[in-house]
């Protein structure tokens, strides 16, 4: 769905793109930060650090990544010497 008019989102791109690349990686970066925050406070409490990762990977990535390779991957870390 997209309710914005084209005039206002032909200003909100000239906008961005008046922004340096460096303004804008930063502006993604804060995004992602609240949304991870977001997330993670929708998790219950008490769950293990790959729990959480897993649920993060889901969440974000749903089917585009295998998330249960991607457990795998952080139970060997954990146990690797």
């Known amino acids: 769905m997209n ?27 804060r995004m992602f930060d609240v949304a991870r925050e ?3 406070a929708s998790f219950p409490p008490g769950l293990s650090e790959i729990e959480i990762k897993a649920r993060l990977c889901e969440r974000f990535y749903g089917d585009e990544v295998d998330v249960r390779a991607f457990v795998e991957y952080l139970k060997r870390r954990v146990e690797a010497p």
């Open 3 to 29: 309710d914005t008019s084209p005039e206002i989102a032909e200003l909100m791109r000239d906008k961005m793109l008046a922004r340096s690349g460096a303004e804008r990686v930063l502006m993604g970066s």
């Open 38 to 40: 977001m997330a993670l």
